[in-house]
């Protein structure tokens, strides 16, 4: 399946410049949705997870599935302010400032073989973000899996050294 077909994508969103790639598209599609979910399945049943770790808000939509289909747990990536138990935080860089990701101080146990699923990879800044909880917790991320890769940024430089696998790729 062309996955890339089932992609729309929306020229000067959120501003000037940008070609937005919008999941939704995809997402309202039962077959392309089933076969994004599978193949991720697959490639995560590969790499050997013990528990997937999925970075809001997309990454719910990808993740949790994904992790149902391995019978395995489902772990959430929040903005600060959103878990209710004991959190540990990262606070990363943004183009223009910075930001903080949250996981549950519990979610995680040591040694556990985690992979990320998010929808899009770009810069890679929110991917390495996760990466960084998840090892602060003791975890080791053996693969993060995105539904989507924006070539352009150079998101696998910021990943160097981890297992990165993506469904689509774009070049511009």
């Known amino acids: 399946m062309d996955l890339k077909e089932k992609i729309r994508v929306i020229e000067g969103f959120p501003k000037e410049g940008i070609s937005f790639k919008d999941i939704t598209t995809l997402l309202k599609d039962k077959e392309a949705y089933h076969y994004t979910v599978d193949t991720m399945v697959n490639i995560c049943r590969e790499i050997g997870a013990d528990v997937i770790v999925g970075p809001e808000a997309r990454g719910f939509v990808l993740g949790a599935p994904v992790a149902y289909g391995l019978n395995v747990g489902f772990v959430l990536v929040r903005k600060p302010g959103k878990l209710p138990a004991e959190t540990v935080s990262y606070e990363y860089e943004l183009e223009y400032g910075k930001d903080i990701l949250e996981i549950h101080k ?4 040591s040694g556990q073989r985690v992979v990320i699923v998010d929808d899009l990879l770009a810069t ?6 996760v990466t960084k909880l998840v090892e602060k917790l003791g975890g080791k991320v053996v693969g993060l899996v995105f539904a989507m890769e924006l070539n ?9 050294g981890y297992d990165v696998h993506t ?5 511009e």
């Open 106 to 109: 519990d979610a995680i146990e």
């Open 124 to 129: 890679g800044g929110t991917a390495l973000t």
């Open 152 to 160: 352009a940024l150079n998101g696998r430089k910021t990943l160097e």
């Open 167 to 171: 469904l689509i790729q774009y070049d």
